[in-house]
C-alpha cells in the first residue's frame, strides 16, 4: 500500500514539475494540431498513471517510466488516427440526410425548409474542422454517441472529448457567422 501512494506521489511530483518539458517533448515528435493536441497527451497519460492501483513495486526512475508511457501515447495516437473528409466521402449521403437537425442548432427552428446554400455551408464548415473535432461532430450530433461509448471505443477521457466537443461548436459557430 505504501508502495502504490509513493509511486503515485512521485508520479504527481514529476507531472507538476516537468509538464512544460513534457510539452516541448510532444510537440518535438508530432505537430499540435487538434487530433494530436500534447496536452490532451499529458493529460490522458496522467490519467493513467494516477488511476492505476497496481503498482506492485517501487517505481525507481520516474522520467524514465513517464517519458516511456507518453512515447507509447504518441505512437497509439498515430495508429489510431483515420482521417475522413465527410463531405467527400461515400457516406456524404447519410451526412446530408441528418443536416436539417444540426442545422436547427445554428439556424433555429423554422417553418421552412433549410435552403441547399445553408446546408451545403454548414457541410462545408463541419469538413474544414480539424480531424478530431469533425469525429466528434458526427460521433455525438449526427450518429448519436453518448460520450462514455465513444471514450471506451478510443480510450479518450469523457472530459477531454466534452472539451473536444465544446471547442468545435465555438469553431461552427464563429465559422457560420461569418
Known sequence: MTTEIE?????????KEEYNAMRAY????????????????????????????NYSSPINNVPAFVYHSIKNKIIDTFR???????????EAGH???????FAELFYGKTDNEYTEKMKKE??????????????????VDFETYTYQELSDETNVPVGT????HH??????TKQLKK
Open 7 to 15: 509511486n503515485k506521489n512521485k508520479i504527481k511530483n514529476f507531472f
Open 26 to 53: 510532444i510537440r518535438s515528435r508530432i505537430d499540435d494540431a487538434a487530433d494530436r493536441n500534447a496536452d490532451d497527451i499529458i493529460q490522458d497519460v496522467a490519467l493513467k498513471m494516477l488511476s492505476r492501483t
Open 80 to 90: 489510431t488516427k483515420k482521417s475522413m473528409n465527410y463531405y467527400e466521402s461515400d
Open 95 to 101: 451526412f446530408e440526410a441528418v443536416i436539417n437537425d
Open 122 to 139: 454548414l457541410m462545408k464548415a463541419i469538413s474544414d474542422l480539424k480531424p478530431d473535432y469533425r469525429e466528434i461532430i458526427i460521433a
Open 161 to 164: 472529448l466534452l472539451s473536444r
Open 167 to 172: 471547442r468545435a461548436l465555438s469553431l461552427l
